[in-house]
């Protein structure tokens, strides 16, 4: 039965020094099979911040799969922006931070969202070329009888409370893409606050993670998620930091 410590949302250059120890401790205590990070490592795609989120990733001693966030490409330097987004956070990727990770019976396949521009003003929302699909396409199809989990930085679907938020270009597609190919779940994060939702009938099951360190967002706790597959199944605990410490919750 693999277990997946889900996190996002780290936003190294605002993570308090205190509660990035403690949420190490919290996950190095559930020995994890794998860690899937799904993106915004930065505030500012710094190098220090990016510095500072690989080593505390390092340091959680499990198989690591990480995807970028909108935040971890930069944001008022138009040129780098447009000429070469993924500098940084290529140069600073270790080169056991996998895009792909097959563990016991399953198989988890990152999924690029970042984009650099949009029609609208929030161009913080992301965007899924046919380019991107078809390769998570290719990658899914190699995956064929294992259990498959999706990790990207942006929901496709908002919950009522986030309906004001632009979903990915082309979610939909990618939504049925998953579907066809029977994906158990997406995981994601973005909105900093967690949730799970099926992505329509016999559709995955989207999970988004808490910001693991982000003061900023809806108010709600900071946390991970603890991800289990068991015979087909997925169960999300979801660990949240509260005053008195940490609480696990089973999401759903
Ligand atoms: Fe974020
Ligand atoms: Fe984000």
Redesign the pocket.
Known sequence: MPRIAHLS?LHFGEAPQELVESLAADVIMAAPDAVAVS??LTRRATRDEFARAFAFLEMLGAPLLVMP???DIPRGNLVGRFMHPKRRWQRARPEDAMEELTLDGARLIGLDTVSRAQWHLDW?AGGITLERRARLAAQLEAAAGLDVVVVC?HPLRHGPWAIARHAPREAGATIELLRAQGVKALLCG?LHQAEMMRLGPGGALQVIAPSAFSPRGSGAPNGWNLVSIRDGEVRVETREMLADGWRGRELG
């Open positions: 949302d993106g915004d966030g909108n935040h913080s930085h973005h």
